[in-house]
């Protein structure tokens, strides 16, 4: 049975696990990870290198002491955005060194962000067979960002990686493709379709036509938005209880950097990053529970 297959009987309701980022966490791991307790997530998404040389040592004993479950996070050649000339091999050998790395925390799963937007359709195919046989050789299961600056930045791109390698899983962060699209991902449902078969985890932001990130995902200017999110992330979940998962991630995964809008001349945030991403944490643990209410009829129909 491939590895991302789990053993369950069908018709059975999967289980949504939340998982809290680090990214625009501005105070220790241990504080990031009494905040994920308090919300009821499972654990954390965070890298294994980072510039503080305690870093991994302070991660893994937050995770061990309150008992959190942990996705590494790694970014190939470069940060979100890779360096443009780095060649395929460097990228596969950062992927390595970083699984190494976090190999002794257990991670549940890598999410990677590889690969480059700039390289042929060819180029990223032999980057994704490779950057597999990699995560193979260390027992580990890497799953793919669509991410933008990297080989999934885009539908059509990623459509045309994905029915070269059927056994691929992925990311899926569909706000990256919203924006890059200028458009809700409801008119290119192929490509979410094709994208939910390999799905593995879900990054649940909230982009709209012109930004990757809507100012809060509770505003009723952008529930148009928030709604066509939700159908995709459903997309993942009927495909993934197809597969046989018993439970499926998400990590709600507003952030900084540009992404969060702030207030001209005063540069204020206009919302809390922790708060916007508690409330789609709960959004969508209320979501998926009705979501599971509505397929667990039709499964046993089927059945």
């Not at 491939?2 to 791991?29: A, D, E």
């Not at 933008?148 to 493709?177: K, M």
């Not at 990053?273 to 509505?294: K, Y």
Request: net charge negative; proline share 6%; with cysteine.
């Amino acid at each position: 049975m491939p590895l991302l297959q789990q053993q369950q009987r069908k018709g059975k309701v999967m289980q949504l696990l939340n998982f809290k980022t680090l990214w625009g966490h501005t105070t220790s791991i241990e504080h990031a990870a009494l905040l994920a307790k308090a919300a009821q997530f499972s654990g954390l998404e965070a890298p294994a290198v980072h510039t503080d040389p305690g870093h991994l040592q302070a991660l893994g004993e937050a995770l061990a002491a309150h008992e959190l479950q942990w996705i590494q996070e790694i970014c190939t050649a470069g940060s979100y955005v890779p360096r443009r000339q780095a060649s395929v091999c460097e990228h596969l050998e950062d992927l390595e060194a970083q699984i190494v790395i976090g190999k002794p925390l257990a991670p549940r799963f890598v999410n990677v962000m590889g690969g480059c937007d700039a390289w042929p359709i060819a180029t990223s195919v032999d980057f994704f067979k490779a950057a597999m046989e990699i995560a193979d050789k260390h027992n580990v299961l890497c799953s793919f960002e669509t991410h933008r600056g990297r080989s999934f930045y885009c539908p059509w791109n990623t459509a045309a990686v994905l029915e070269q390698i059927p056994d691929i899983r992925i990311t899926c962060d569909f706000s990256h493709w919203v924006v890059v699209s200028e458009r809700l991902m409801d008119s290119e449902w192929d490509a979410i379709e094709l994208a939910a078969q390999h799905a593995h985890h879900v990054h649940s932001r909230v982009g709209y036509d012109q930004g990757p990130q809507v100012p809060h995902p509770a505003a009723p200017e952008y529930a148009e938005a928030l709604a066509s999110h939700q159908r995709c992330w459903e997309a993942v979940w009927t495909a993934q209880q197809a597969r046989g998962y018993q439970q499926t991630t998400m990590t709600p995964e507003f952030g900084p950097d540009g992404y969060l809008h702030h207030l001209p001349f005063t540069n204020a945030p206009i919302a809390d990053l922790w708060d916007i991403n508690q409330w789609i944490g709960a959004t969508e643990q209320q979501h998926f529970a009705a979501w599971s209410q509505a397929a667990t009829p039709q499964e046993a129909q089927r059945a």
